[in-house]
């Protein structure tokens, strides 16, 4: 973050962004990428002028790897639920991976809420965290050329447990409301 940046804070929900300093811009999208991309291009199209504008989009996320827990800024995003062969078939690039920081963690976003143990172990053979906003988020400001930071806190290990993730969402939230006020 440059100082003179203006900066939009997008989240999926309330719950993820209880801890949102009050004095910065909030984007709450809706749970799933067509929520989150639709919210994102909309809220960017009503900017008379982009300039110097920057997105941290926080969430929740699970981890698809045990050792995962704490924050993580994701730099890289894949859409996993896209069959990206196929269509790469066609003749077409489904641009299902974005590059949007400068770390390794990746994040496989996409529409399922994942408690599978078979569903983790296949995404986690690409991905080291899961979510269901975070590809849609950086498509869409990549979209309108305005850079995009993820910060996405480990609620649960996208199992079971997963399930439990509206008494989990508080820990997460406080964290990433810490983490926002020490980055700003």
Same mark, same amino acid.
């Given at each position: $973050?440059?100082?003179?940046?203006?900066? *939009?804070?997008?989240?999926?929900?309330?719950?993820?962004?209880?801890?949102?300093?009050?004095?910065?811009?909030?984007?709450?999208?809706?749970?799933?990428?067509?929520?989150?991309?639709?919210?994102?291009?909309?809220? *960017?199209?009503?900017?008379?002028?982009?300039?110097? *504008?920057?997105?941290?989009?926080? =969430?929740?996320? =699970?981890?698809?790897?045990?050792?995962?827990?704490?924050?993580?800024?994701?730099?890289?995003?894949?859409?996993?639920?896209?069959?990206?062969?196929?269509?790469?078939?066609?003749?077409?690039?489904?641009?299902?991976?974005?590059?949007?920081?400068?770390?390794? +963690?990746?994040?496989?976003? =996409?529409?399922?809420? +994942?408690?599978?143990? +078979?569903?983790?172990?296949?995404?986690?053979?690409?991905?080291?965290? +899961?979510? $269901?906003? =975070?590809?849609?988020?950086?498509?869409?400001?990549?979209?309108?050329?305005?850079?995009?930071?993820?910060?996405?806190?480990?609620?649960?290990?996208?199992?079971?447990?997963? $399930?439990?993730?509206?008494?989990?969402?508080?820990?997460?939230?406080?964290?990433?409301?810490?983490?926002?006020?020490?980055? *700003?």
């Amino acid at each position: $973050m440059t100082g003179t940046a203006r900066v *939009l804070v997008v989240a999926a929900t309330k719950a993820e962004a209880a801890y949102v300093p009050a004095d910065l811009p909030l984007l709450i999208t809706g749970i799933g990428k067509t929520a989150a991309a639709t919210a994102v291009a909309r809220a *960017l199209a009503s900017y008379d002028d982009l300039e110097g *504008l920057e997105i941290l989009n926080i =969430g929740t996320a =699970g981890a698809l790897h045990d050792h995962h827990e704490g924050l993580h800024e994701p730099g890289i995003v894949l859409n996993h639920d896209i069959n990206a062969d196929a269509i790469r078939a066609l003749g077409y690039d489904p641009h299902e991976r974005l590059r949007c920081g400068p770390g390794e +963690v990746v994040l496989a976003t =996409g529409d399922i809420f +994942v408690t599978d143990p +078979v569903v983790r172990s296949r995404l986690a053979l690409q991905a080291d965290l +899961v979510d $269901m906003e =975070g590809y849609a988020v950086v498509y869409a400001a990549q979209q309108f050329g305005v850079p995009v930071r993820l910060a996405k806190h480990v609620s649960d290990n996208a199992d079971e447990r997963a $399930m439990d993730w509206p008494t989990l969402v508080d820990r997460s939230a406080r964290a990433l409301g810490e983490w926002l006020a020490a980055a *700003l």
